[in-house]
């Protein structure tokens, strides 16, 4: 295959990689923006190919240079793009590195035409590509697995193998003749080929397996409170038993419904949110913490020390008798809540057993007037918290 071939093929893929990008974008409004601005790197890209085909036709080295610089802008739309799924840009970079690109073509474009385009236009790609694999690496998205690994490496040997045309085939073109320029040549279109394949649809995949993952989450997560569901919680629940942990709290939040009837379900909704948030505060990250029922709670705690569960269960129960929430008036409300805890015995029962023991607990509670803690198969505490 000659080097035009090599360049219509490239230019090929990166026309289908902007299409299927921005075809992508219809579907994932959350990527929209970013999945746009990979899109435009690659239309650029391949309209930079196009040019640097014909660049011969236009006059001394302003085809060299046109094609040069609008490819290293695609290179950036590239950066620019990747960085954006991590709330990131490049912009000052972008410009300042397509600026001192630019600049060498007007001050030695005309003298070493050759040279710029043989060795060191090379450089300034595999310093977007460099950036690009190191901003991958870098990425804190929790969901992006083997994409994003993929996509490291391919940005990676991208910019390594630019990295050596600018630094190390001078070296060899000087050794062993300038013949082998060709040769590199259709070596550097077919790893550009691959380039334009690969990463574009690893990205794809990256976009894709995080909106996977969002779904994931939202069907486990209860879209009031933003704790684990009730799903959610019998799973991870029962896992965390599996794996040693045996406190399980019953929660209940205390005349719920005269909250609701007196101030609305909207002032409801802000106690709920409010208890969420002073039992995940109380709790911390490590515990199972769920919403399983209209105004019930549940959560498992990752150890067996009862004297601790009960200590953070009590913890619960004062905080939230001194949580203030509003109703649409602006009024206060305080609400109360009753917590059953079951403990583990040496038969090491599961989920299921636990919380219905604990249930027992939360009722015992309840009918002592609320406002506390009842250990399962213990006496009613007669300590509240006013």
């Given at each position: 295959?000659?080097?035009?071939?090599?360049?219509?093929?490239?230019?090929?893929?990166?026309?289908?990689?902007?299409?299927?990008?921005?075809?992508?974008?219809?579907?994932?409004q959350r990527r929209s923006r970013e999945l746009k601005i990979l899109a435009?790197?690659?239309?650029?890209?391949?309209?930079?190919?196009?040019?640097?085909?014909?660049?011969?036709?236009?006059?001394?080295?302003?085809?060299?240079?046109?094609?040069?610089?609008?490819?290293?802008?695609?290179?950036?739309?590239?950066?620019?793009?990747?960085?954006?799924?991590?709330?990131?840009?490049?912009?000052?970079?972008?410009?300042?590195?397509?600026?001192?690109?630019?600049?060498?073509?007007?001050?030695?474009?005309?003298?070493?035409?050759?040279?710029?385009?043989?060795?060191?236009?090379?450089?300034?790609?595999?310093?977007?590509?460099?950036?690009?694999?190191?901003?991958?690496?870098?990425?804190?998205?929790?969901?992006?697995?083997?994409?994003?690994?993929?996509?490291?490496?391919?940005?990676?040997?991208?910019?390594?193998?630019?990295?050596?045309?600018?630094?190390?085939?001078?070296?060899?073109?000087?050794?062993?003749?300038?013949?082998?320029?060709?040769?590199?040549?259709?070596?550097?279109?077919?790893?550009?080929?691959?380039?334009?394949?690969?990463?574009?649809?690893?990205?794809?995949?990256?976009?894709?397996?995080?909106?996977?993952?969002?779904?994931?989450?939202?069907?486990?997560?209860?879209?009031?409170?933003g704790l684990g569901n009730r799903r959610w919680f019998f799973e991870e629940?029962?896992?965390?038993?599996?794996?040693?942990?045996?406190?399980?709290?019953?929660?209940?939040?205390?005349?719920?419904?005269?909250?609701?009837?007196?101030?609305?379900?909207?002032?409801?909704?802000?106690?709920?949110?409010?208890?969420?948030?002073?039992?995940?505060?109380?709790?911390?990250?490590?515990?199972?913490?769920?919403?399983?029922?209209?105004?019930?709670?549940a959560a498992v705690l990752l150890h067996r020390d009862g004297q601790r569960?009960?200590?953070?269960?009590?913890?619960?129960?004062?905080?939230?008798?001194?949580?203030?929430?509003?109703?649409?008036?602006?009024?206060?409300?305080?609400?109360?809540?009753?917590?059953?805890?079951?403990?583990?015995?040496?038969?090491?029962?599961?989920?299921?057993?636990?919380?219905?023991?604990?249930?027992?607990?939360?009722?015992?509670?309840?009918?002592?007037?609320?406002?506390?803690?009842?250990?399962?198969?213990?006496?009613?505490?007669?300590?509240?918290?006013?």
């Amino acid at each position: 295959m000659d080097l035009i071939t090599f360049y219509f093929l490239a230019i090929g893929t990166l026309l289908a990689s902007c299409g299927l990008t921005y075809w992508e974008h219809r579907t994932q409004q959350r990527r929209s923006r970013e999945l746009k601005i990979l899109a435009a790197g690659y239309l650029t890209l391949a309209v930079g190919c196009t040019a640097a085909s014909f660049r011969h036709d236009l006059p001394g080295a302003l085809g060299s240079a046109l094609s040069n610089v609008v490819i290293e802008a695609g290179y950036l739309l590239v950066l620019h793009g990747v960085a954006a799924l991590s709330g990131r840009h490049y912009r000052g970079f972008s410009i300042g590195l397509g600026g001192v690109l630019a600049l060498v073509w007007i001050v030695g474009g005309a003298r070493w035409q050759d040279a710029i385009w043989n060795f060191a236009s090379a450089l300034p790609i595999a310093i977007a590509s460099g950036m690009t694999a190191r901003e991958l690496a870098k990425s804190d998205g929790n969901h992006w697995g083997q994409a994003r690994r993929i996509a490291v490496i391919v940005s990676g040997v991208h910019g390594v193998f630019y990295a050596a045309r600018a630094c190390v085939l001078p070296w060899v073109a000087a050794s062993f003749g300038p013949h082998l320029l060709p040769v590199v040549g259709k070596i550097t279109m077919y790893e550009g080929v691959l380039y334009s394949v690969i990463l574009p649809m690893t990205l794809l995949r990256l976009v894709r397996d995080e909106a996977h993952a969002e779904l994931l989450r939202e069907s486990t997560t209860d879209y009031l409170t933003g704790l684990g569901n009730r799903r959610w919680f019998f799973e991870e629940g029962a896992r965390a038993i599996r794996e040693g942990a045996a406190c399980v709290l019953a929660i209940d939040l205390d005349q719920f419904k005269t909250i609701n009837d007196r101030h609305g379900h909207h002032a409801g909704d802000e106690v709920l949110k409010s208890f969420a948030r002073v039992a995940r505060s109380v709790l911390g990250r490590d515990a199972v913490l769920a919403r399983i029922g209209g105004e019930e709670f549940a959560a498992v705690l990752l150890h067996r020390d009862g004297q601790r569960a009960r200590a953070l269960g009590d913890a619960i129960v004062g905080r939230f008798a001194h949580a203030v929430s509003f109703d649409a008036d602006a009024a206060q409300i305080r609400a109360t809540v009753s917590i059953g805890l079951a403990l583990s015995d040496a038969d090491g029962a599961a989920l299921p057993e636990l919380l219905a023991s604990a249930d027992r607990a939360l009722y015992a509670a309840k009918s002592a007037g609320g406002n506390r803690l009842v250990v399962a198969g213990e006496a009613v505490a007669s300590v509240t918290f006013a």
